[in-house]
């Protein structure tokens, strides 16, 4: 199983990361790095899995632009927010968030020949105030491919392959340390039951209409 999934990964698709998610693996890494952190005197943004489809050097998007080619009919969502320095709250200027996100059909670009290449992934930099800005979709539910290791061992097991709808990011900035999260849409089916067991509850967020 594990060969087979390595035999399968390639540059858009990561399926031996995929296994190691349904079973819980890089979930329990992060648990482990996140519980060692709220123990510290400082408690920064809780951190989250890279998933398998993360792609280096996706497309910069302007202050204020858009990471979404395609798809006029779905909820387009304003997501904008400040980074700063936890210990002394200053804004951090030119921190770099990289984004990603799948298609209101639950697939990301990389599964789907019918969106553009790089679509619905972007680098946005905070201006001096530390402010970012970009439009993006409301992010859905998804399950992940059934067509490989993965999907076969949670068939064998009786799990479902569900993801809550949610936003992934690494944050980054010179002089700090990366930061991999995510945040998750409080209405979304399955934000009980992610099979990825990456869900905090200080990462679901409520999107505003």
């Known amino acids: 199983m594990i060969n087979r999934a390595g035999q399968m990964s390639s540059e858009k698709r990561n399926e031996s990361q995929l296994l190691a ?31 398998p489809v993360w792609r280096k050097d996706a497309p910069v ?25 936890f210990d002394t709250g200053a804004p951090i200027e030119n921190a770099e968030l990289d984004v990603w996100h799948t298609g209101p059909n639950g697939l990301y670009e990389s599964q789907d020949p019918d969106q553009p290449d790089m679509n619905l992934r972007g ?4 201006n001096q105030n530390g402010e970012y800005s970009f439009y993006c979709l409301r ?23 569900w993801r809550p709808a949610h936003i992934h990011f690494i944050l980054s900035a010179p002089g700090y340390k990366p930061l991999v999260t995510m945040i998750f849409d409080r209405k979304s089916e ?11 509850d200080s990462l679901i967020v409520d999107f505003f209409a």
Do not use: W
């Not at 632009?65 to 320095?85: A, C, N």
């Open 21 to 51: 998610d349904v079973l819980g693996l890089e979930s329990l890494v992060d648990d482990i790095t996140y519980t060692l952190a709220s123990e510290a005197n400082d408690q920064p943004t809780a951190t989250a899995v890279l998933g």
């Open 61 to 85: 998007c302007k202050y204020g632009g858009s990471i979404v080619s395609g798809f006029p009919d779905s909820d387009h969502t304003l997501m904008h927010g400040r980074v700063l320095d």
């Open 123 to 126: 680098r946005i930099y905070t």
């Open 139 to 161: 992010p859905t539910k998804y399950p992940i491919p059934y067509d490989g290791p993965a999907g076969e061992l949670l068939q064998l097991l009786d799990r479902h392959p």
């Open 190 to 200: 399955y934000i009980d039951n992610d099979v990825a067991f990456a869900v905090k």
